[in-house]
């Protein structure tokens, strides 16, 4: 029901932008995350959304390089991703859920998760 898209290789400096199509899902949801991982390491959080509000969230190592944002008339998430450095190499997947309720950060609050797509900077 989260089908992401926009992956692909770029050079270190180069831009992305993901997006994440929940129009699969007959709901609504309230909070919408990117997260990321690379084989061996930890998931970790990259940024959120709060889809009512349009509050923000960032991990502190792409603060002022990523912007989530939201489309609710096509029930899409984005996540533009500038000024892209190696260490950003990792699949990125969306998550979603229904209520939030807690750490828009944590991974343990999402309900609902996409397949991810591959970002790799060299």
């Known amino acids: 029901q989260l089908v992401e898209s926009g992956g692909g290789s770029v050079q270190t400096g180069g831009s992305l932008r993901l997006s994440c199509d929940a129009s699969?899902?007959?709901?609504?949801?309230?909070?919408m995350g990117w997260f990321r991982q690379d084989p061996g390491k930890v998931r970790q959080a990259v940024a959120a959304?709060?889809?009512?509000?349009?509050?923000?969230y960032y991990a502190d190592s792409v603060k002022g390089r990523f912007a989530i944002s939201r489309d609710n008339t096509k029930n899409t998430t984005y996540l533009q991703m500038n000024s892209l450095k190696p260490d950003d190499t990792a699949r990125y997947s969306c998550?979603?859920?229904?209520?939030?309720?807690?750490?828009?950060?944590?991974?343990?609050?999402?309900?609902?998760w996409g397949q991810g797509t591959q970002v790799t900077v060299s």
């Open positions: 959304i709060y889809a009512d509000s349009g509050a923000t």
């Open positions: 998550s979603a859920v229904e209520t939030c309720t807690g750490n828009p950060l944590y991974a343990q609050m999402y309900g609902y």
């Open positions: 699969g899902y007959p709901g609504t949801f309230r909070c």
